[in-house]
């Protein structure tokens, strides 16, 4: 009796619990979804909940295409080689004559250019341009504005034909635009969207981009007229070797003398021409998207002179996915941008508020004379001969 009392509890309660296993967890309605699963069902499994899975079974779903061919529909299923091969950039892909970067489908390196563009690239970029400023600012604390040492003579001497001012104020504008505008473009998710909003930074980022691709070309037209124009007066000499032995003056002890040029300006006219045509060609690649890679070739290069090794990088990588090309280009582009901006702001500042009688060169093009003694001596020495003035020292000197 109590044998058959235990046989019977144990049958109930095996027979229950294997009920219990097999029962079909609720269903939601997937009339909407054609039997897929719905969001219902992947919040509840998200939850811990048993969900129906038929939909997800390989053996009900498909649309019958070999899973080792081509790339076929298959509906639900997960093809674990399939996309092996398309993270890896394997897969045979047949795509429509969209260009090289239509068959890559998975390019996991955009995380690491995403986190990089907007965290230490913006940030330390910011830093760079604050930082100038504040040097600046502690600068003319300290050294105050550089004056005209001497008495003004009343006369002038043409610095630059109006053709020189016009090329200098196309570059000018053309980078200050460029400038905001980039920065618009870079920091706008991080910094402006929290503080305008999306709808007014829709508007705003619409605009910059707009400006930022047609003014590019200002700045290109710009940079060849004054290269042209000026280059001649910017190859180094001697002269520059006297002027950076006396730190070009700037603390006091008389201005060493130079050409039409000193060797700081020099400087920053190679600045602009070597960083502004690198910040043009990275930006015509990215204005004309995949057409012009150029990160790959230049990583084989610097691989086969052995440089990022030496600086303990190892190899760099040389494939390349063709968005890649495009991260690489973006990086560089505001990278070098970001130097010459802070290099620029300086070259503001000394052209305006820091020295006395610069502004005038390119204003109305005619300085004091006396201002340009004291800063390119040797300058007003050519100008005077080429008038037909005996240099100082030699002959009568003209009637002033
Ligand atoms: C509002 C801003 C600017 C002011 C007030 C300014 C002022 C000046 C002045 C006064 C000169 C002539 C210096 C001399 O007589 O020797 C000059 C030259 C020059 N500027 Fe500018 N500039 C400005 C913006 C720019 C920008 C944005 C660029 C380039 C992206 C630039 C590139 C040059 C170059 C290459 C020279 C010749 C080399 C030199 O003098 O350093 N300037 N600028």
Same mark, same amino acid.
């Given at each position: ?53 038929? #939909? ?8 019958? +295409?070999? !899973?080792?061919?081509? $790339? &076929?529909?298959? *509906?639900? @299923? =997960? ?82 034909? #109006? ?8 570059? +000018?504008? !053309?980078?200050?635009? $460029? &400038?905001?505008? *980039?920065? @618009? =473009? ?215």
């Amino acid at each position: 009796m109590l044998r058959s009392l235990i046989a019977l509890l144990l049958t109930v309660t095996f027979t229950s619990f294997v009920s219990a296993q097999e029962a079909t967890p609720p269903t939601s309605d997937r009339s909407a979804t054609g039997g897929a699963q719905t969001l219902e069902d992947i919040l509840a499994r998200q939850r811990g909940e048993q969900v129906e899975s038929t #939909a997800r079974d390989p053996a009900t779903l498909g649309d019958g +295409a070999p !899973s080792s061919g081509q $790339l &076929g529909t298959l *509906g639900g @299923v =997960s093809d674990a080689e399939m996309w092996s091969k398309v993270r890896h950039d394997t897969a045979n892909i047949t795509a429509s004559n969209n260009g090289p970067a239509a068959t890559v489908l998975v390019q996991d390196r955009g995380m690491w250019w995403l986190t990089f563009r907007e965290g230490p690239l913006l940030t330390y970029g910011l830093y760079l341009l604050g930082g100038t400023i504040i040097l600046l600012a502690v600068f003319l604390l300290i050294r105050g504005r550089i004056r005209i040492d001497g008495a003004r003579t009343g006369r002038t001497i043409e610095r630059f034909k #109006a053709i020189e001012r016009f090329g200098h104020w196309l570059l +000018a504008g !053309s980078f200050i635009l $460029l &400038g905001i505008t *980039g920065l @618009v =473009s870079l920091a706008g998710r991080k910094y402006l969207i929290p503080t305008f909003g999306h709808e007014s930074f829709a508007v705003l980022a619409t605009w910059s981009k707009w400006i930022h691709n047609n003014v590019s070309w200002a700045f290109m037209i710009a940079l060849v007229m004054i290269f042209v124009m000026w280059v001649i007066h910017n190859l180094p000499d001697r002269t520059d070797i006297k002027w950076i032995l006396k730190g070009g003056g700037i603390f006091g002890g008389g201005h060493p003398p130079a050409k039409k040029f000193n060797a700081g300006q020099k400087l920053i006219f190679w600045s602009v021409i070597v960083l502004g045509t690198s910040i043009s060609v990275s930006g015509l690649s990215l204005l004309f998207p995949f057409e012009m890679p150029m990160f790959a070739v230049t990583f084989e290069k610097l691989n086969a002179f052995g440089i990022p090794q030496a600086l303990g990088l190892g190899e760099l990588r040389t494939a390349l996915a063709p968005h890649e090309e495009m991260q690489y280009a973006q990086l560089w582009h505001a990278i070098v941008s970001f130097v010459l901006m802070a290099i620029i702001i300086a070259h503001i500042y000394i052209g305006s508020v820091g020295m006395e009688g610069a502004f005038d060169a390119m204003g109305s093009g005619e300085v004091e004379e006396q201002w340009a003694r004291e800063h390119h001596s040797l300058w007003v020495e050519e100008v005077r001969e080429r008038e037909g003035v005996p240099r100082r020292g030699q002959g009568s000197q003209p009637a002033e």
